[in-house]
C-alpha cells in the first residue's frame, strides 16, 4: 500500500496562483509514477496532470495547459502541481494519485492504472 497526502489547498482569488503538494505516508514514490485529479460537486473525477516516476515524462488536460505545472522532487520526496491563472472552473477537490511503475523510468499511466490516492484538498477559485 501507498498512502499518500495532500496539502496546500485553499481559498484563492480567479488570476492568482496556488501549489499543491502530495507526499506518501510511510514510504518513497520510487518506482511510482504520479498524478493528479479533480472533482467538482456532482461531477465526474476528471484527469489533470501526470508525471513518471523520473519525472522526465508529463501530460496535461487540455483545461490546464499552460496554467498548471506538474513536478516532482525526489530528495524531498514530494509531488508537485503549481497552478497559475487560476479560473472558478477550477474549483474542486483534487486528489494526489500513484502507479507502479517498476522499471518503466518514463511511462505515463492509463487512466485506469492509479492505484493508491490520497484524501484530496479543496481548492475554491473565487471571481
Known amino acids: 500500500q501507498v498512502q499518500l497526502v495532500e496539502s496546500g489547498g485553499g481559498l484563492v482569488q480567479a488570476g492568482g496562483p496556488l501549489r499543491l503538494s502530495c507526499a506518501p505516508s510511510g514510504r518513497t514514490f520510487s518506482y511510482y509514477a504520479m498524478g493528479w485529479f479533480r472533482q467538482a460537486p456532482g461531477k465526474e473525477r476528471e484527469f489533470v496532470a501526470a508525471?513518471?516516476?523520473?519525472?522526465?515524462?508529463?501530460e496535461y488536460a487540455d483545461s490546464v495547459k499552460g496554467r498548471f505545472t506538474i513536478s516532482r522532487d525526489s530528495a524531498k520526496n514530494t509531488m508537485y502541481l503549481q497552478m497559475n491563472s487560476l479560473k472558478p472552473e477550477d474549483t474542486a477537490v483534487y486528489y494526489c494519485?500513484?502507479?507502479?511503475?517498476?522499471?518503466?523510468?518514463?511511462?505515463?499511466?492509463?487512466?485506469?492504472?492509479?492505484?493508491?490516492w490520497g484524501q484530496g484538498t479543496q481548492v475554491t477559485v473565487s471571481s
Open positions: 494519485a500513484a502507479s507502479f511503475a517498476g522499471d518503466s523510468f518514463y511511462r505515463l499511466p492509463h487512466r485506469y492504472e492509479y492505484d493508491h
Open positions: 508525471i513518471s516516476w523520473r519525472g522526465g515524462v508529463t
